[in-house]
């Protein structure tokens, strides 16, 4: 269990909760794209389910997938450059109760295949497992074309869906195992850029239940993906000036669980939510959604503004376009502001 | 219930039962797509009550044949032999497209026993059929997924990553049949946006090509008897047709894509399709 000497973090390793107060966390700390991570435990999940098959679009040896087809050949396709084929396919598949992934990039997978996602998979509700890798700005120099900044807001709105993004290795693996679990559509958003190990093993993973890794009463942040490393270190740093906020690490954007975010507001007061996505329609949307109509607190979103980004560094990147730690401390003490009036 | 497999004249007999159900559902519904339906009535036919292994009281047996209707705003064809099958009772058919039904405007696999995917939006079909086809070589299984496409519909880009995909893996458990009606929404196909050399095509991309007459149900039977013992090699199925087929005034002619005929209308063309074939009661 959590070692009490780190509260109030929760799930956060030692290491990390050391390195939070400094700018280590994304320079020293042990960290992995969260698009290896699902390769990885796809490999295992293999061996242990049949019933799981692994489809590529040419891009299996960058996700890594590929070590699934050695290891599987049999089990594996790649259906070369045509995502509507695999994504219609897969809901093929899964029709004679075989478990696809489908594996490309969240632009692929959101945007060019989205009416085979719409209609033959969330429609139907297929078992078919959407794994999208290079989410938000984190295919950082690949530039605009390759960065899925919009998939997030684009798979919440389809009826039928379920949205996580998890935040480092080990929930990443959580999360491929709660996919394979679930019967339905599950949509599954990685990062191509390296992201801290955040957590423990005991952390709490569970479709549609965020989860608390920070406690706190001044005001809460809600984090998604490669965010909620950002939110953490943005809470040390308000910590340091006297402000005690909640981090919430917020992995399955749909169902959101709307539970927590009521809690959130009701306890302290203001919100701030922080995504590596447009803020239009994604976790910002969500949370808002909720407490509009349930209980208006100052709130504030983190998100990639009405813009394209460009090419370049990672974590450059998530400060140009106004999505790193300082941003989140700024837009927490702009709550607390609006509260305290 | 009808005796299957059925003979070439039999499967006549149905076929114009089927046209006779189409048009009385399309009537009542006052909504749907009676052109394609209509083209692809024979083909249908011959698959539901002649190729394929199904058991009506089992719908999602895991063993049977699988059938998509790509084009899937012709599915008032798919619910009628469905019916016409035993999946369900025929008085559904009164109930098309209204509110709380089971036979949506496009098929809804989840409401319908017997629609083996859910079908509408277009290009989408054939892909489906491969991942059933691949998913059948997987497992062991040795049923054969059939997969109706539309001309109009081969305009999609979708249809060609699947063409390349089935050559791929030589899927000789699928078979796909091109409605060749040459009547889409707006316009006819060979001048909208023409799909032809289709056959030189499907060729080239590494199918089995087999044209016929697909209103001669003897060549019909022929072809998809064919096409489910070819080895190897997918096949496809290239079925010259009419739209608007056994209705004189719906024939080739683009309004009726999707116009529900009046109820006058409708009378003229079941005396037509019942003048044509005897129906069997």
Redesign the interface.
């Known amino acids: 269990m959590n070692n009490n000497a780190l509260l109030p973090y929760r799930h956060v390793r030692a290491e990390i909760v050391a390195m939070l107060s400094t700018d280590d966390l994304f320079t020293i700390a042990e960290a992995e794209p969260t698009r290896a991570s699902y390769a990885r435990a796809l490999l295992e999940i293999g061996e242990r389910n049949p019933m799981v ?1 692994v489809l590529d679009a040419d891009v299996s040896k960058s996700i890594g997938t590929n070590k699934f087809a050695e290891k599987f050949p ?2 594996s ?1 790649n ?2 450059i ?1 995502e ?15 478990i ?1 992934f489908a594996t490309t990039y969240a632009v692929f997978a959101s945007l060019r295949a989205l ?2 996602l ?3 998979i969330h ?3 297929l078992n078919v497992k959407i794994a999208a890798s290079h989410s938000g700005i984190t295919p950082g120099p690949d530039g605009v074309t390759h960065q899925g900044q919009e998939d997030l807001s684009i798979m919440r709105s389809i009826a039928n869906s379920t949205v996580i993004a998890p935040a480092d290795n080990d929930t990443t693996t959580l999360a491929v195992e709660a996919a394979v679990a679930y019967d339905g559509p599950v949509y599954l958003s990685f990062t191509r850029d390296p992201v801290p190990k955040i957590f423990t093993p005991d952390y709490p993973f569970e479709i549609g239940k965020a989860v608390t890794v920070r406690d706190g009463s001044d005001a809460t942040i809600i984090a998604v993906r490669d965010l909620t490393a950002h939110a953490l270190v943005a809470a040390e740093r308000l910590a340091g000036r006297g402000v005690d906020v909640r981090v919430i690490d917020c992995h399955t954007l749909k169902p959101l669980d709307v539970k927590s975010v009521l809690q959130a507001a009701e306890e302290t007061g203001a919100i701030v939510t922080a995504e590596n996505n447009i803020f239009f329609g994604g976790l910002g949307s969500a949370v808002a959604e909720v407490l509009v109509e349930n209980h208006p607190v100052p709130m504030k979103r983190i998100g990639v503004r009405d813009t394209f980004a460009e090419s370049g560094p990672y974590q450059d990147l998530l400060d140009k376009y106004g999505l790193s730690a300082r941003h989140i401390v700024k837009a927490v003490e702009e709550v607390l502001e609006r509260k305290k009036s | 219930m009808a005796q299957v497999p059925m003979s070439v004249d039999e499967l006549k007999h149905m076929a114009a039962a089927i046209r006779c159900d189409i048009i009385e559902m399309i009537c009542t519904a006052s909504a749907g797509h009676p052109g394609g339906s209509l083209s692809a009535t024979d083909i249908v036919t011959a698959l539901y009550f002649r190729l394929m292994r199904l058991d009506p009281q089992n719908p999602r047996w895991p063993d049977r044949d699988r059938f998509i209707l790509s084009k899937g705003h012709a599915c008032p064809v798919w619910y009628a032999a469905l019916a016409e099958r035993g999946f369900y009772d025929k008085s559904h058919l009164g109930t098309l497209r209204r509110l709380g039904s089971i036979l949506q405007g496009h098929p809804d696999m989840n409401k319908v026993p017997g629609i083996d995917m859910t079908t509408g939006s277009l290009g989408h079909g054939l892909s489906v059929g491969i991942g059933m086809a691949l998913a059948g070589r997987l497992q062991k299984k040795d049923y054969h997924v059939w997969v109706v496409i539309g001309d109009g519909e081969s305009q999609e880009g979708s249809i060609w990553e699947a063409a390349m995909a089935g050559a791929k893996w030589k899927l000789d458990n699928l078979t796909a049949i091109l409605d060749r009606n040459n009547l889409q929404n707006d316009f006819y196909v060979d001048d909208l946006m023409p799909i032809e050399p289709v056959a030189d095509k499907w060729r080239a991309f590494g199918w089995h090509v087999v044209p016929i007459d697909g209103h001669d149900m003897a060549a019909i039977v022929t072809a998809l008897e064919d096409a489910k013992t070819r080895k190897g090699v997918p096949t496809m199925i290239i079925a010259r047709t009419i739209k608007g087929k056994g209705v004189s005034y719906m024939e080739n002619v683009c309004e009726w894509h999707g116009k529900a005929p009046c109820r006058e209308e409708a009378d003229k063309a079941l005396c037509e399709i019942r003048g044509d074939q005897e129906v069997q009661p």
Do not use: H
Not at chain 1, 84 to 98: E, H, R
């Open positions: 098959v049999e089990r396709f259906f070369g045509a509507q084929n695999m994504f219609a396919a897969a809901a093929g598949m899964a029709t004679t109760g075989l696809p009416d085979m719409r209609n033959s429609y139907p509700r």
